[in-house]
């Protein structure tokens, strides 16, 4: 049976709009975004399977890459395009919905301004949040964007962004694709240094937030910074 043959109210646009989007499964939310189905397979059903790939886990589906999506079949490049850019934007409003203008005060709150930017990706970035003398975010600036296991980071250009902010404190913080925080012997290097340098100018480091998928390591809060 095809989706146009099923009662209304099961067709998941229909049920989406007639009864809001919190009654749609994630298999069906999935196949709006899909958009249609194949000969032989409806697009719940396409959906279904994508997602049984991914283990029935949402954050296993979206750290997947077009190339991942494209393996599934039915799946091409317009429709894996249309899932990442889904994935994306769920965790920029995850990411906005994290309070802007109040103090950061502590690793938590640093992790609530990157977790969802950094922790599934597959790769390291390496950011800074700046600060202004009360503690409150001025900016975030992405330093650098490497692999799997190691970016490079400059200090001069961390330097140069605090000082066109007029910044008084900066947080590091950087990601591990592989799910272990604790730090490399180059993060206390590189901490070290930034640290330093800032220190020049009067900045100081405030933190430095190692994070992954549902873990974070604070340098402030194991006292080595």
């Known amino acids: 049976m095809k989706i146009k043959d099923w009662c209304p109210a099961d067709r998941p646009r229909e049920k989406m709009l007639q009864r809001g989007c919190e009654a749609l499964t994630d298999t069906e939310l999935l196949a709006i975004l899909l958009g249609s189905g194949s000969r032989n397979e409806t697009v719940v059903e396409m959906a279904g399977r994508l997602l049984r790939s991914a283990r029935e886990d949402l954050n296993v589906l979206g750290r997947y890459g077009v190339a991942d999506f494209m393996r599934h079949k039915g799946v091409g490049k317009a429709r894996a395009v249309v899932l990442m850019a889904a994935f994306e934007l769920g965790r920029r409003r995850q990411a906005t919905a994290a309070v802007r203008d109040e103090p950061v005060s502590s690793s938590h709150d640093v992790a609530a301004y990157f977790q969802t930017r950094m922790?599934?990706?597959?790769?390291?970035?390496?950011?800074?949040?700046?600060?202004?003398?009360?503690?409150?975010?001025?900016?975030?600036?992405?330093?650098?964007?490497?692999?799997?296991?190691?970016?490079?980071?400059?200090?001069?250009?961390?330097?140069?962004?605090?000082?066109?902010?007029?910044?008084?404190?900066?947080?590091?913080?950087?990601?591990?694709?592989?799910?272990?925080?604790?730090?490399?012997p180059s993060d206390m290097t590189i901490t070290r240094k930034i640290k330093e340098a800032a220190a020049f100018f009067d900045i100081s480091v405030v933190d430095h937030v190692i994070i992954a998928s549902g873990a974070r390591y604070s340098f402030a809060d194991d006292g080595v910074l």
């Open 119 to 184: 922790a599934d990706l597959p790769y390291e970035e390496f950011w800074v949040l700046f600060l202004n003398r009360a503690n409150r975010p001025l900016e975030t600036f992405k330093v650098s964007q490497g692999g799997i296991s190691a970016t490079v980071i400059d200090c001069r250009l961390i330097m140069r962004k605090a000082l066109e902010l007029l910044a008084s404190g900066i947080i590091l913080c950087h990601n591990h694709p592989s799910g272990n925080v604790s730090p490399s």
